[in-house]
T-cell receptor, first 112, second 115 residues
């Protein structure tokens, strides 16, 4: 019940296209859903986060879509650029716990 | 804002030595810090949660006598890998948050290689 399942494991998108990464969770007590971007040899950097009281949040080219009834949330990267090539992790937290539960990660490659 | 600094970024040492890794929150006070381990091409595995002024809470399967955590101030937590062996080689990452409701911000990790 504590798992967050992320897909796909890897994704290749052409420059200018839309990258979409999906996550699903089971624990209905989760109330905070961040996305992190990680480049090789670096720590994860917070990209964008959402709470379940809204269905969508947009920051620049990055958008989180949240479906509470389906217990799913996704990251959309619009106008994908080669510099977006990285590993992306979704995560969830809630139920009084401070720790994050991470998805398995998606390795995104943007072809020029 | 919300910068977390981790030091050293890379360490190579002989088997049997102890290694200390520092995690500092530079522009905020962190009541809670987290320590993760990451294997190549895998997700982050939480090792322990560190609360300032109290004992760390270790995840199941993590040896607390092997991985000593100290959170003596609101801006500094340390992880000491005691009597390190080659199987302890990994990428160790810390994160910090001002409180339980805030976002976690990560350091840049420490690449530990035990020969």
């Amino acid at each position: 019940q504590q798992q967050v399942k992320q897909s796909p494991q890897s994704l290749i998108v052409q420059k200018g296209g839309i990258s979409i990464i999906n996550c699903a969770y089971e624990n209905t007590a989760f109330d905070y859903f961040p996305w992190y971007q990680q480049f090789p040899g670096k720590g994860p950097a917070l990209l964008i986060a959402i709470r379940p009281d809204v269905s969508e949040k947009k920051e620049g080219r990055f958008t989180i879509s949240f479906n509470k009834s389906a217990k799913q949330f996704s990251l959309h990267i619009m106008d994908s650029q080669p510099g977006d090539s990285a590993t992306y992790f979704c995560a969830a937290r809630g139920g009084g716990a401070q720790k994050l539960v991470f998805g398995q990660g998606t390795r995104l490659t943007i072809n020029p | 804002g919300a910068v977390v600094s981790q030091h050293p970024s890379r360490v190579i040492c002989k088997s049997g030595t102890s290694v200390k890794i520092e995690c500092r929150s530079l522009d905020f006070q962190a009541t809670t810090m987290f320590w993760y381990r990451q294997f190549p091409k895998q997700s982050l595995m939480l090792m322990a949660t560190s609360n300032e002024g109290s004992k760390a809470t270790y995840e199941q399967g993590v040896e607390k006598d092997k991985f000593l955590i100290n959170h003596a101030s609101l801006t500094l937590s340390t992880l000491t890998v005691t009597s390190a062996h080659p199987e302890d080689s990994s990428f160790y990452i810390c994160s910090a948050a001002p409180d339980g409701r805030s976002a976690q911000h990560f350091g840049d990790g420490t690449r530990l290689s035990i020969l």
